[in-house]
């Protein structure tokens, strides 16, 4: 499982970017190493329009299957949809910390089932 966080920085202490298209980097992580890599996400500023779309097809050739974000506009939520790609929006503090409550609440979760 890879995760993708919108990052207001590239380490796993920086706060979680509120806007997922115009997020100026995203972490992708393994959840269960902590290992991580930082990208700078080059729509953040070029695009007019559409920096959703095209940053939703930027994280799927990277092989994310999770993204955790402020917000998403629904045009990038339908790319995600279709890519079959969770997204999870009104994230909030570190990206460290929201990698590590999604996970917990997955194994949690699965467990129980």
């Not at 009104?90 to 999604?102: F, H, M």
Request: charged share 15%.
């Amino acid at each position: 499982m890879k995760i993708a966080v919108s990052s207001e920085g590239t380490t796993l202490y920086d706060l979680v970017a509120y806007s997922f298209g115009r997020c100026p980097y995203f972490i992708i992580v393994d959840p269960v190493s902590m290992e991580y890599e930082e990208i700078t996400n080059p729509n953040s500023v070029s695009l007019g329009g559409g920096a959703g779309v095209q940053t939703a097809s930027l994280l799927a050739e990277k092989g994310v299957s999770v993204i955790l974000t402020g917000n998403c506009g629904p045009v990038a939520l339908d790319v995600f949809g279709q890519q079959g790609i969770i997204i999870v929006k009104n994230i909030k503090g570190s990206v460290k910390q929201a990698v590590q409550d999604y996970y917990s609440d997955e194994t949690k979760n699965s467990s129980e089932a």
